[in-house]
């Protein structure tokens, strides 16, 4: 796939929406890691973008958020599924609505895990998407309580100028 021109989508289930992340500027992506550089669609006063790293083989996507004066709000991680399309040189990650929160401070918060199940019910995920979510989000999990969400946090930064080594404590 050539990077220089690869598209980037992100597909919600809740609410349904296929999105071409046209703006985001896509730092890396390889068989392990796809990084991204991003602001937010639409302006916000919670947060103004952020630096992505989707784990492609874990299903992860950690990305550190900023305010607009470029300091670290928090740290978001979505549950993800990728498909990638050779013919049209693009990649969709599929957000599977678990997320994770870890604030600077180091404390997480583990949020739509009903959105999940509600997604299921309807049939807007399959059983392979909820059981691959649910696998993807124990590992992040047992990353983050065994104290080793500073490995993922210090690949992130490898990206970001700004913090050669700022990590969460």
Known sequence: MDINNLKLYRRRFIPDELKWLKDDEILR??????????????????????????????????????DTEGNVLYWYCDIIDIILNEEENSITYEDLLFDVVVSTNGRSKVLDCDEAAQAFEDGLITKEQLVHALKAMHELLEVIYHSRFDRLQAIVNSYDEKSDSEVTE
């Open 29 to 66: 992506f390889d068989d392990e890691l796809l990084v991204t550089r991003w602001n937010s669609l639409r302006p916000r006063q919670d947060f103004s973008g952020g630096l992505s790293v989707f784990f492609l083989k874990e299903g992860w996507k950690v990305t550190k958020i900023f």
